[in-house]
């Protein structure tokens, strides 16, 4: 055995693991994935740099308590009908900076995984990776995103990461179930770790190749309210509102029969977080006590949500302060209500109720 995957088991065992899975129906065989809840947080490289130093950011992420980082690496192409799929210098990491920060979790005694992202160079307001329609054919966009992903599971897999994501919210392909197939077979031959996939919120139920991932990945940008943050922000009115995404959240994780992982969650520190979650260019004012206030309700709606394996909060990168109304929580009270958030015991969560 390699000595990579050697420390990769060393470094899952020391937060616990479970015991090898089956065989997926797919053939391909089924991982351990790690045992204990992910109180993670989303960590993007995408400084200008791309050998710009992140170690102080995994060092502010796990001051906060989190056991797990989600390294996000972007690689763009050019339209949404384009296959020219290709790291751009100025907003992607040098691969050696990519192998260099999963060093620098690990040593820093989180848990490490990577997520590969295809962005768009050149949309309109509507247009984003969910609607990607390759004009010159599916074989030239999956040979791009294989030339993009491949590297990253070699890096993941030397660098010791527990998880690897094999692609993010990208809707309108992932209908060609045996592509994923195929591309998640050949991540198998690189990476021993878990496999999962990113769907988006409203696009989970869609995706027809869970059975050959470890988990089922999704992000949590459910809209919560038809208006502002005020509309929701009392305990009682999220724990309400978080009553139907929770039950799709449930029913899905039975359906499927696997562990389901919160890829995303985050807010941005805008009054319209909580109807709109994942828009960050709204350009509506700063209101830090929103972004906290939907925090909170998360979770407390998902301290009651067995059916999930953990959650990565999207995204520690960005200057962050009081002025900030992006995503990101840092030097706001938002990380204070992280830092509550992960300390809670969450081996303590209920299991009644949907749980099969």
């Given amino acids: 055995m390699r000595v990579a995957v050697l420390v990769l088991l060393l470094g899952m065992l020391a937060f616990g693991t479970a015991l090898a899975g089956p065989r997926s129906e797919a053939g391909t065989q089924a991982v351990a994935v790690p045992d204990s809840f992910v109180r993670g947080v989303g960590l993007g490289l995408f400084a200008t740099d ?50 260099r920060t999963l060093r620098q979790v690990r040593q820093a005694g989180m848990r490490a995984a990577l997520m590969p992202v295809v962005r768009l160079e050149t949309r309109t307001p509507h247009e984003w990776r969910g609607v990607i329609a390759p004009a010159d054919g599916l074989d030239a966009w999956f040979a791009a995103y294989r030339r993009f992903v491949m590297p990253l599971a070699r890096a993941a897999q030397t660098e010791g990461a527990v998880r690897f994501v094999v692609g993010s919210e990208l809707s309108s392909l ?45 992000t949590a940008y459910f809209p919560l309210a038809m208006g502002t943050a005020r509309d929701v922000s009392s305990p009682a009115q999220l724990a309400r509102a978080w009553e139907t995404p929770r039950a799709q959240i449930e029913a899905l994780r039975a359906r499927v ?99 099969s």
């Fill in 50 to 99: 791309p050998d710009w130093d992140y170690g102080p950011l995994v060092a502010e992420i796990r001051a906060r308590g989190a056991t797990d980082v989600l390294l996000v690496v972007n690689a763009y192409q050019s339209t949404r009908f384009a296959s020219d799929i290709a790291l751009r210098p100025g907003s992607s990491p040098s691969e050696s900076n990519v192998a």
């Fill in 174 to 218: 992932e209908m060609y179930q045996e592509r994923w197939e195929d591309l998640i077979a050949e991540v198998r031959t690189t990476f021993d770790g878990a496999l999962t996939y990113s769907a988006n919120w409203d696009h989970a139920d869609e995706v027809p190749f869970w059975d050959s991932l470890d988990e089922v990945g999704l």
């Fill in 257 to 355: 029969g696997k562990p389901v992982l919160v890829t995303e969650v985050g807010y941005v520190s805008q009054p319209n977080a909580s109807a709109r979650p994942w828009d960050d260019a709204s350009g509506g004012v700063v209101d830090l006590r929103a972004q906290q206030q939907l925090y909170r309700g998360f979770c407390d709606a998902f301290a009651e949500t067995p059916g999930v394996s953990g959650f990565y909060v999207w995204n520690w990168f960005g200057v962050g302060g009081p002025r900030d109304r992006g995503f990101t929580p840092r030097g706001k009270p938002a990380a204070t209500e992280l830092t509550r958030c992960f300390s809670r015991d969450w081996a303590a969560r209920k299991t009644s109720g949907n749980r």
